[in-house]
């Protein structure tokens, strides 16, 4: 097995988690929120970042995937499983495991505008803004991160890895 590289630890993910959740907490005060969570990948950070808010925080689904190859974005984004309820009128805030080159963010978020949300909002665990090629704003980041491919809570390599509790990379 290769070797892993912790990039960030699970005491630090888990005190920036609880930072976003006092800082959205205090932006959206006790109103209900929406959070979509965007399969596979932010389903350990959509947990954790849930449990720490005391609002109200319906869950939803997405799953997209990008076309190509496995590690490299080819901008062409398909969407592989929907919303199971409206988001009319809502508080949505779109949770992400990375922005990489921000195609898969751009295009949900086109996807979800014209569902009409009361607000829509990102937020991010990790991001590697030098790789960017399309522009979308984060509103919520837990970490900038170096341009390497990255592993563990929830991020995979192949399907592995994902139940790592912290963020690493591979030798
Ligand atoms: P983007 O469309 O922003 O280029 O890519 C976003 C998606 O690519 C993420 O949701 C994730 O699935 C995948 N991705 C991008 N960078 C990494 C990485 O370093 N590690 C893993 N495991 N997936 C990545």
């Known amino acids: 097995m290769a070797a892993i590289n912790i990039l960030i630890d699970e005491e630090k993910i888990q005190k920036r988690v609880e930072e976003l959740a006092n800082q959205i907490m205090e932006d959206y005060k006790g109103d209900d929120l929406v959070f979509i969570c965007i399969l596979k990948g932010s389903i350990f ?26 590690t490299v974005s080819s901008g062409q984004v398909e969407l592989e499983l929907d919303l199971k309820s409206s988001i009319e009128g809502k508080d949505v805030i779109v949770i992400e495991d990375i922005v990489d080159t921000g195609h898969t963010l751009k295009y949900i978020l086109e996807y979800l505008k014209v569902r009409n949300p009361k607000t829509l909002k990102l937020c991010a665990l990790l991001d590697k803004k030098e790789r960017r090629e399309v522009e979308v704003k984060v509103d919520y980041v837990g970490f900038e991160i170096p341009n390497k491919f990255v592993i563990g809570y929830g991020l995979d390599a192949n399907e592995c890895y994902r139940n790592l509790p912290y963020v690493g990379y591979l030798e």
Do not use: P, Q, W
Not at 46 to 70: C, P, Q, R, W
């Open 45 to 70: 950070f959509t947990v954790d970042l849930a449990k720490k808010i005391d609002n109200n925080v319906h869950l939803e689904f997405m799953k997209v995937s990008s076309y190509g190859e496995n």
